[in-house]
């Protein structure tokens, strides 16, 4: 065995042994964007297929799993709970102008994209614009496409957070 392969193992029994088996699920289905069944949530926890079933109807419970119902069940992560868990993480860890200055910066780099692209929103471009440019330019274009969006939603995520920030010290100002 190479020392990669036995590290990882290590690192997988010490994972086993520090965590629950309610963790190792929370670990596993947070990592989830396609739905799977209890059984691959089980293998991928180390855990058994109960095991991991009784751990995701909790999660489900707490709105953390999203569940599609059928035969077998099948799970993945609720993404509107791991955005409000972001949006909680950054109000608590984070003053209100910490924010603002943050958001400050992304609107400026979303200034520069509306001028690259000539565009109000990265929706707006229409793949016909990447068929006359190189290959290489083509997957240059498209990162940066991808970033935009990035910071579209960042935007929206951190203008939430300035929200929830405000409220803890009871303070109000406009965004």
């Known amino acids: 065995m190479n020392k990669g392969t036995s590290r990882n193992g290590d690192a997988r029994a ?3 042994e520090e965590r629950t088996t309610f963790q190792r699920v929370y670990d596993v289905i947070t990592g989830i964007t396609d739905f799977a ?4 949530i089980g ?23 999203e ?9 993945r992560r609720n993404e509107s709970y791991l955005r409000w868990k972001r949006i909680e993480a950054l109000a608590r860890e ?14 400026e780099e979303d200034q520069s994209f509306q001028e690259r692209f000539a565009a109000a929103d ?3 471009i229409s793949p016909t614009v990447f068929e006359e440019i190189g290959h290489e330019a083509v997957h240059e ?17 951190l203008q939430q957070a300035i ?11 406009s965004v």
């Open 141 to 157: 274009q498209w990162d940066a496409l991808t970033r935009w969006r990035s910071v579209r939603e960042d935007l929206a995520i």
């Open 43 to 65: 293998e991928r926890a180390d855990c058994s297929a109960d095991g991991a079933r009784a751990a995701l109807a909790q999660l489900v419970e707490m709105g953390i799993v």
């Open 94 to 107: 984070h003053s209100a102008p910490e924010l603002r200055e943050e958001v400050d910066a992304l609107l």
């Open 67 to 75: 569940q599609r119902t059928g035969r077998p069940s099948e799970y």
């Open 122 to 124: 990265p929706d707006a």
């Open 163 to 173: 929200h929830r920030a405000e409220g803890r010290t009871g303070t109000s100002a």
């Open 14 to 16: 010490r994972w086993r």
């Open 37 to 40: 069944t209890a059984t691959e």
